[in-house]
Nanobody
Framework: VQLQASGGGSVQAGGSLRLSCAASGRTFSGYIMAWFRQAPGKEREFVASIRWSGGRTNHADSVKGRFTISRDSAKNTVYLQMNSLKPEDTAVYYC????????????WGQGTQVTVSS
């Protein structure tokens, strides 16, 4: 499984970005895909997840109402639409994947930097 994240950049507070995670290497039925982030000096934290089959989503409280995870099965791509960005959203964002039944994320992308200035 390979995950390629893209779409990061620098924006001002209140702006928007859309991250993409292109997945390849297998079919993803039964997988759960997610976005995590890690800010400097902080631990990695969960942002959002989506079940590949059925599309059920989950978002961290800190991003609910601002971020939306989605997937395009035809393109094998997972997105993270980020609106109303805040400086505290600044971090390296990683996409991850794993079999839903294991509860683990065994595959990780390389990360993409998001910087939000006030």
């Amino acid at each position: 499984v390979q995950l390629q994240a893209s779409g990061g950049g620098s924006v001002q507070a209140g702006g928007s970005l859309r991250l993409s995670c292109a997945a390849s290497g297998r079919t993803f039925s039964g997988y759960i895909m997610a976005w995590f982030r890690q800010a400097p000096g902080k631990e990695r934290e969960f942002v959002a997840s989506i079940r590949w089959s059925g599309g059920r989503t989950n978002h961290a409280d800190s991003v609910k109402g601002r971020f939306t995870i989605s997937r395009d099965s035809a393109k094998n791509t997972v997105y993270l639409q980020m609106n109303s960005l805040k400086p505290e959203d600044t971090a390296v964002y990683y996409c991850a994947a794993g079999l839903f039944v294991t509860g683990r994320y065994d595959y990780w992308g390389q990360g993409t930097q998001v910087t939000v200035s006030s």
